[in-house]
């Protein structure tokens, strides 16, 4: 079972980031899941926020 992802992320130029960026890549990440397994992204979604 996946319990935790870290995603080291690198800009070609400086840029600013929002600090609710964790926000961002979590909907990413489990878009990206859904892609591929919709069935494992619910239940990772459930586990997040249940």
Do not use: N, W, Y
Not at 16 to 43: C, N, T, W
């Amino acid at each position: 079972m996946l319990v935790s992802c870290i995603i080291h992320l690198g800009t070609k130029d400086e840029a600013l980031v929002p600090p609710a960026m964790g926000q961002v890549l979590h909907a990413f990440f489990l878009d990206k899941v859904r892609d591929i397994d919709s069935g494992l992204a619910e239940e990772l979604h459930r586990q997040v926020f249940h």
